[in-house]
């Protein structure tokens, strides 16, 4: 069956990569083989793996990577010194004094003077070893990340929140200027119908003063209308 998928890598499948190829790593095994379990794990193919790895996973986990390469490098110095070979115990002088002329036994050398094993071994661990600030500054980073993610969370919280009350306050203001422009007409009307009183009122006076002096008298009705009274 072929192992291929197209749906997204999620959080905990890029943790899963992550631990697995660092494992790898630190027990001396290639990331190849990381890539193909978790492939296995995930249903997904070696190279897909591969991919996701080179092309996304690893640049956030420099520090480790190098902290597991000097782990691996210390269980292999370990392992050496597990296997050390001891010397096999020298054939006894009786068994061999009929085999050679006394004269002919050969002497060892005194040894060289040379740096004993075990301090150029303990020296190169120390050079390999994981020194504290390098723990302490990876933890340091993985905590600043952390830090960082809150902050931006806390602040998108913000922004959301502001970003409502603008839109609540938006809406308001809408409200207004549609009251005032009902104001705005409701006072124009007002003013068309004052101006109509006042003209009516003009005319009529005009009115007035014309039958006076004709001799007629007029009066105006309810409508606004001028009617002439008999004398």
């Not at 905590?143 to 929140?161: F, I, P, V, Y």
Request: aromatic share 4%; charged share 30%.
């Amino acid at each position: 069956m072929t192992k291929v998928r197209q749906d997204a890598w999620s959080h905990e499948d890029d943790l899963l990569l992550a631990e697995t190829v660092l494992r790898h790593i630190r027990e001396g095994s290639t990331q190849l083989d990381a890539f193909e379990e978790v492939g296995d794990r995930l249903n997904r193919t070696g190279a897909a793996c591969g991919f996701r790895w080179n092309a996304i996973v690893r640049r956030k986990y420099e520090q480790a990577i190098s902290i597991a390469k000097k782990q691996r490098k210390q269980k292999k110095r370990n392992e050496q010194r597990a296997r050390v070979v001891h010397p096999s115990p020298a054939i006894p002088a009786m068994e061999t004094a009929y085999l050679t002329d006394p004269a002919e036994v050969h002497q060892p050398d005194e040894p060289a003077h040379t740096v004993p094993e075990n301090e150029t071994e303990r020296q190169a661990a120390e050079q390999d070893a994981i020194s504290l600030p390098e723990v302490i500054s990876y933890l340091q980073t993985l905590q600043h990340g952390t830090a960082m993610s809150d902050r931006l969370e806390r602040e998108n919280g913000h922004l959301k929140t502001e970003n409502s009350r603008l839109l609540q306050k938006v809406d308001e203001l809408e409200k207004e200027v549609g009251n005032l422009q009902n104001r705005q007409q409701t006072v124009e009307d007002d003013y068309q119908a004052l101006i109509g009183i006042m003209d009516r009122a003009r005319r009529m006076v005009a009115f007035q003063d014309q039958a006076s002096d004709q001799g007629a008298t007029f009066k105006m009705d309810q409508n606004g209308n001028l009617e002439k009274i008999a004398k």
